[in-house]
Each structure stands twice: as C-alpha cells, then as structure tokens.
C-alpha cells in the first residue's frame, strides 16, 4: 500500500511538471508496480484491451482523418463565410462547430482541428483570434457531453454500469442535458470572453502596440498568397524546397505545402511547414 501511494504521488509530481512526456511517466509507474509485485502481469496489460483505450485510439484516427480529407478546412470557410465578418456571430458558429465536433472527437484533437481554422479567419476577416481560441477549449469539452464517445469518463460510466449488471448508455444518452450544457455555456463565454480581452487589450495598449495593430502595420496579413502548382510544371518535379531558392529569385518565404489526392470517396489532402 505504502509502495502505491508513494508511486502515484511520484507520477503526480511528474505529470504537473510536464517535462517528461505523460506516456512515459504513466508507462514507468505501471513497471514499477509490476516489478514489485503490486499488480500482476494480467492486471498490468488489461488495460491495453479495455474497450475505452481502443475507442480513444479510434477517435484520434477520426480526428486525423477529419484534417486530412480537408473537411476541416471545409467547415473553417463555412464559418467565414456565415459570420460575414461579424465577430459576435463567428463566436456563436465557431462555439457550435467545435462542440459538434467535440462529440465525436477527442478534446485535443478538437483544438486541434479548430486552431488552424480560426487563425486562417483571423487572417482574412477582421476578427480577433484572441476572442475566438479561449472558448473553443471550453466548448470542445461542453461538445463532448453530447454523446457516449465524446468524453472518456462517459465512457468509464457506461463500462462501469454494464459490469454492475445494469444496461449500459446508449449513444445519444447524455444529449438532452449536452445541449442545453452548451447553450448555458454560450451565454457564458459570450459576455465573459468579450470582457476579458477587452481588459487585455487595455494592457497590451498601455505597454505599447498591440499585435494586430503590428501585423497591420507591416502588412503581414497582406502578403500571404497561395499559389497552384499543376501538373504542367513538370520541371519542378523531384525538387527540394532549398533547391528551388525562391527567397533570392523571387523574394518569397514558403511557409506551408499541400499536396491533394484523389479518392473514390473525395480528396486527401496533406498540409505540412515547408523544411528545407
């Protein structure tokens, strides 16, 4: 008992520091009470087979998938393109697309999704990023209320209550109060976010520019283009990015590169920073 608590406490400390990975510190405190006895080999790996662990494992491949097919991408326009340059009601859409996608996926790969767009409707609305990143967190979480996946302890409930001999959750169980969870959660944030980075950029004013005011200045947002490359550029084919030395020819920094394939159900589409 003794060897257990100091061993869970031991991985607390680790997981708030944060300097060594969360797997590896959760990997390493399973040795320890394996080699010592604590837990047996069967105990130790059960959990490799749980239900739940396979299901998070899935919902991180839907989450790729759901970036790669550019859907993401594809949602990110819709939102631009319905707000209209409003800030309050891309707040609202943007608040209501990460919960719904909150529902199927994991929190993180939820973030994931969403940053990339909100930056990219920064970029080219007239809409503060800062007022749009702060509720996403919260509504991938309020998002994953909606459903039996969403969440993992929803999971862990339904699993609980099955071993207890009761039916388990079905679906669409937690629905009714999700939806009405994120609708309290949208009145919220509402007020609350604009509140908050009106006080911040009270600061940042007193301590000198503010970063929108720089890109604005220097026109940052002004000189990013995306450019086509076709099949008919043959001679580029098989050329690295240094090889290509746009930043002395042409002046040009490239910053990202996105490849699409086609496939029987749609498009693949590959984004990646630009290396050497």
């Known amino acids: 008992m003794v060897l257990t608590i100091i061993t869970l406490l031991i991985t607390i400390v680790f997981f708030i520091w944060g300097r060594i990975r969360s797997d590896i510190v959760a990997m390493m405190a399973l040795m320890v009470l394996t080699a010592s006895g604590v837990l047996t080999t069967q105990e130790a790996l059960s959990g490799f087979s749980s239900p739940i662990v396979l299901m998070m494992v899935g919902l991180f491949i839907v989450g790729g998938a759901i970036l790669q097919t550019g859907l993401a991408q594809s949602v990110g326009n819709s939102i631009a393109r319905l707000s209209g340059g409003n800030e309050t009601r891309a707040f609202v859409l943007v608040m209501l697309a990460t919960a719904v ?34 509720p996403v967190a919260f509504a991938g979480s309020l998002g994953g209320m909606l459903t039996l996946i969403g969440t993992p302890p929803n999971l862990v409930i339904s699993e609980t209550l099955q071993r207890a001999g009761f039916k388990p959750l079905g679906f669409f169980s937690f629905f009714p109060t999700g939806v009405i969870v994120i609708v309290i959660g949208v009145l919220v944030l509402l007020p609350l976010s604009l509140w908050l980075i009106k006080k911040a950029d009270g600061k940042k004013r007193r301590k ?43 002046g040009l920094t490239l910053l990202e590169i996105r490849s699409e394939r086609k496939r029987a159900f749609g498009k693949v589409i590959d984004q990646h920073m630009a290396w050497a």
């Open 101 to 134: 996608i909150g529902a199927f996926v994991s929190n993180t790969g939820t973030v994931a999704i969403m940053m990339p767009i909100i930056m990219s409707m920064a970029a080219t609305s007239n809409i503060r990023a800062s007022r749009l990143l702060m």
């Open 208 to 250: 000198g520019q503010s970063l929108s005011a720089l890109a604005k200045q220097y026109h940052l947002t002004e000189k990013i283009y995306k450019y086509h490359v076709g099949k008919e550029a043959r001679e580029l084919n098989g050329m690295r990015v240094k090889e290509l030395d746009l930043q002395r020819r042409y």
